[in-house]
């Protein structure tokens, strides 16, 4: 193994850190990238010292061949450990050239004041900082600046995959980073990476157990912005996690499973739905809906019967679906009845544009006066003008039951992001979240698996989601999906037949 040792003082200041240790391989060997961008530049030299000096004065190479002869010279941002390998050659002529990269050329200048690293070649001035960081396509890996690296590479830290390639390292149910992954980006949204979950609440291995720590078949969860979790259990609980803490509070304990959850930012209160108590049950004041705490098994103005999707708006309003009347109604703040805003008024399940069957959760444009739909047995969304004709526009699904990409099968909760541009679907029967843009044809999967199948246990449905801390959380009726729910910078699924709840 040769080496050779550059400091092209000619070309910068005498106290320019611009130099490179190289070593050779044996001839009729060459450089084999594993992608093709990772050829920077190709041109013709006369030796190999003028080749080695080339890719020297390119700060982003770190590695060429050269052939002498057809005086080829390929410069390379690469390594020989984790983006390509040293492989034989059809030329005797050709070797491969590596520039030796090691902490001691990091030591003395990363996250250093910006005059260290002037003209050096290894880190570059950041300026939001004024200190040396790494440069473009590199990451800091606790001794110096490595390669970032491509899709399902396996990485150990969060920037350590290609973010111009929009990846970002991904973990495990229990925490721990895997593999880089491609990132969802909302144009109003943090990017979120969505391929692996993490397991945040309930047990990663699917077990349920009713006690504490784990849970069972979750219905719905809602988050605040402490990043406090709130979960709807089949144990008849309403239970809360704290941010970092597998161990929850139980908050209250039903006669029945609570169903759907939605956190209310203004008042910190917790709005949920006991199905099969046909009523809602607002946490910690102990009030419910409809305020006698009496509902009947039939559809009427006076109470809920079999309440789904839930949410409030800024003034206290609370619309509310209901899965049996196949409607959606307004209570305002202390009444005593509510009033039909979507649906059939006589509770008639439909398919038309005025009607809704089995609706489940919903999602608020207040701005806008919109309300989004669940239409769950439609396998579609709706979206109607509050105070409006009542005629509903599709805006998802709608294309009859099936995993196809234009098609739902059994949504039970929404999210409307904060562009409103796009709207996030738990597509439950399909045991996937679908990203679908406002007016587009199809959706896409985010999370989940695009053909529909489910992995653990039984019929996997995905649960319940919640984006982006607006207390908006999804629902689900027939206890086989819930939904989602998020903070600013990630999903959080409520995954009922594994019995957790994922981020």
């Not at 929009?166 to 880089?180: A, E, M, P, S, V």
């Not at 919109?370 to 009542?390: E, H, K, T, W």
């Not at 246990?457 to 207390?471: D, E, I």
Request: glycine share 6%.
């Amino acid at each position: 193994m040769l080496s050779i040792w550059f400091i092209l003082s000619s070309v910068f200041p005498i106290h320019a850190v611009y130099q490179s240790t190289i070593t050779f391989s044996s001839t009729g060997k060459e450089f084999q990238p594993r992608y093709s961008l990772q050829l920077l530049t190709t041109q013709t030299t006369q030796t190999v010292t003028l080749c080695s000096a080339a890719c020297n004065q390119l700060s982003s190479c770190r590695l060429f061949d050269y052939d002498s002869f057809s005086q080829r010279c390929r410069l390379f941002e690469g390594d020989t450990t984790t983006t390509g390998s040293i492989i034989s050659s059809s030329s005797l002529t050709s070797l491969v050239g590596t520039v030796i990269i090691s902490s001691t050329l990091y030591s003395a200048i990363h996250s250093q004041t910006c005059q260290l690293c002037q003209q050096n070649r290894y880190e570059t001035c950041a300026m939001n900082t004024s200190t040396c960081q790494c440069p473009l396509h590199t990451y800091w890996d606790g001794s110096l600046c490595a390669l970032q690296l491509f899709e399902n590479d396996t990485c150990v830290q969060r920037d350590a995959c290609r973010s111009d390639l929009n990846l970002t390292c991904t973990q495990d149910c229990y925490g721990r980073f895997i593999k880089c992954v491609s990132i969802l980006m909302d144009s109003a949204t943090p990017a979120l990476g969505l391929r692996f979950g993490i397991t945040v609440a309930g047990a990663c291995n699917g077990s349920s157990t009713t006690n504490q720590t784990t849970l069972v078949s979750q219905s719905d969860i809602t988050i605040d912005g402490r990043n406090t979790i709130y979960v709807g259990d089949n144990s008849n609980q309403l239970m809360s996690f704290a941010p970092n803490n597998r161990t929850a509070q139980v908050l209250q304990t039903f006669m029945s499973w609570p169903a759907f959850l939605y956190y209310d930012n203004r008042t910190s209160r917790v709005y949920v739905t006991v199905l099969l108590l046909h009523l809602i049950y607002i946490w910690p004041t102990n009030r419910t809906i409809p305020p006698n705490g009496l509902s009947y098994s039939n559809c009427s103005m006076n109470w809920v019967y079999a309440p789904s999707g839930i949410v409030v708006d800024s003034v206290g309003n609370v619309y509310i679906s209901s899965f049996s009347c196949n409607w959606i109604m307004k209570w305002t703040p202390n009444a005593t009845n509510g009033t039909v805003v979507a649906g059939s008024p006589l509770g008639y399940c439909g398919s038309d544009s005025q009607s809704l069957c089995a609706p489940s959760n919903l999602a608020l444009d207040e701005a806008n006066s919109l309300l989004y739909v669940a239409d769950r047995y439609n396998d579609r969304v709706q979206r109607f003008i509050l105070n409006g004709s009542g005629i509903g526009i599709t805006v998802a699904g709608g294309n009859g039951q099936g995993i196809a990409q234009n098609q739902l099968n059994r949504p039970t909760d929404i999210y409307l992001s904060k562009s409103k541009n796009e709207i996030y679907i738990a597509d439950s029967a399909n045991n996937r979240i679908q990203k679908w843009v406002i007016n587009a044809t199809v959706g896409t999967t985010v999370a989940g698996s695009p053909n529909g199948t489910s992995v653990g246990r039984g019929n996997h449905y995905v649960q319940r989601f919640v984006l982006n801390g607006s207390g908006k959380d999804g629902t689900v009726a027939d206890r086989n999906t819930r939904g989602f729910a998020n903070n600013p910078t990630d999903i959080y699924i409520a995954d009922y037949w594994n019995n957790r709840v994922q981020k």
